[in-house]
């Protein structure tokens, strides 16, 4: 265990150090379960992402997108369950009036705040809604909520999409975005913060083809769990208890990864019947049934539900990919992610700083270079250290301008996983990139 939380504290403190994420308002003492992403996170978060989506969305022929405003009519979330059932049970120490979730902590223990022991009260349901108001003027009449999810776009989107585009049954909607949970939180850096980042998509299916849908998307999300390069040996599924089940779901399972604080949520897959699309056709008078455009039977479908947490995938690929080689001068810190998803895909050096035919060589490759890629370029310190500073961000590769570029235009090309060198030519370096 102790190697495990001295992971998580590498982890952060690489975060920190190297641009990935910075306590959010820091300079003001900062805000509790608040984060920002730097230059190399909002990379690396945007490659997830832009990944997420081509293999999801763009390149199946059965999905659409979808990008929904986060302030909706507040009567969407009366009639998804939200206002009056999307709570955690929460437990107050007396003593130091901290609030906890009452399932992730014991009552019979001292309290983690102040250390009194026999002080919570009982469990109540709390809220996880963000409330506000629009207007000048504040009250029921103007009061809206922050999205906790970002589902019910998607379904009350569900009659544009179909009057618009020639989805059938079955299809998904899919949308990335924003949502926010005034949730009691046990910290664990980004894994879980009031606002987040989430991918998700609803697939719309005859109620009969349910079962075979849900397996088909779980085997979907491990298979993109591999391809992102996660250890199976990290990974399990995790069924929910009824008494787990939200609302809306006839089954659920997570996909958990083994983190430093235990086995924890990684992706979700929900089936949520018709529960959303019944429950809005209803409430609003407006008709979402789909109707069969070959025998003209109208239904409303059933949603098989994958949903992926981006933010908190961030932080677990970031797990993953941390490796320690070495000890003493030969110790290094490497990111082994994979090349899609590494900030930058390659990094460019003149072999010494201040020899200028070297430099504006070197300058040349790189300026030709980014207009494809995401490139690094660094000029400081020795060839070893800027070895070592891009291995600790995942840079798949370093390209090196020595004097030999000046005689025949090849680069010596470091490779960060086996560290072993090679001779490319410049006209051969986009190439020798896109093949990672």
């Keep these: 265990m102790a190697a495990e939380q001295d992971l998580m504290e590498k982890v952060v403190a690489l975060c920190k150090r190297r641009g990935f994420v910075y306590p959010g308002s820091e300079i003001y003492g900062g805000l509790a379960n608040s984060w920002d992403y730097g230059p190399l996170g909002t990379e690396l978060k945007n490659n997830i992402r832009d990944w997420w989506w081509k293999r999801f969305v763009q390149s199946r022929d059965d999905m659409v ?37 009452a399932d992730q902590i014991d009552r019979e223990a001292p309290c983690p705040s102040c250390g009194k022991k026999g002080t919570f009260t009982e469990p109540k349901q709390f809220n996880l809604m963000f409330q506000t108001s629009i207007g000048s003027v504040e009250g029921d009449k103007n009061r809206v909520y922050l999205r906790g999810e970002i589902a019910q776009a998607m379904f009350v989107n569900f009659k544009n999409v179909l009057n618009t585009t020639r989805s059938r049954l079955p299809f998904g909607i899919a949308s990335i975005g924003k949502a926010f949970r005034n949730e009691i939180t046990p910290g664990n850096f980004i894994f879980r913060t009031l606002e987040f980042d989430l991918m998700e998509f609803e697939y719309f299916i005859r109620a009969a083809d349910w079962e075979k849908t849900f397996e088909y998307w779980l085997g979907e999300q491990k298979a993109w769990l591999a391809e992102l390069g996660f250890d199976p040996a990290h990974l399990r599924v995790r069924e929910h208890e009824k008494e787990e089940l939200s609302h809306y779901s006839k089954r659920t399972a997570d996909i958990e990864y083994q983190t ?43 949603v098989v539900e994958p949903t992926f947490g981006l933010t908190r995938l961030l932080l677990m690929v970031l797990l993953e990919a941390y490796q320690e080689e070495g000890g003493g001068d030969e110790r290094r810190v490497v990111l082994r992610l994979k090349p899609a998803l590494a900030p930058f895909k390659a990094a460019v050096f003149p072999l010494l700083k201040n020899k200028e035919d070297l430099v504006g060589k070197a300058r040349g490759i790189y300026d030709a270079l980014r207009r494809d890629f995401s490139v690094a370029w660094d000029d400081r310190g020795n060839i070893g250290k800027r070895y070592l500073a891009q291995d600790e961000i995942g840079t798949p590769v370093c390209i090196t301008v020595d004097f030999q570029t000046l005689e025949d235009d090849t680069v010596t090309v470091r490779d960060r996983d086996t560290k072993e060198q090679e001779r490319v030519a410049i006209a051969d370096l986009p190439r020798h990139i896109m093949a990672l």
């Design 260 to 302: 430093p604080f235990g086995w924890k949520e990684l992706f979700g897959l929900a089936y949520r019947t018709d529960y959303d699309l019944r429950n809005h056709t209803e409430k609003s008078g407006v008709d979402l049934q789909y109707t069969d455009p070959d025998t003209n039977e109208k239904f409303i479908p059933h």
């Design 65 to 101: 997108g979808l990008d929904a405003a986060i302030i909706m009519n507040p009567k969407v979330w009366e009639a998804s369950g939200h206002v009056a059932g999307f709570s955690d049970p929460l437990v107050e120490c007396k003593n130091c009036h901290q609030r906890f979730r």
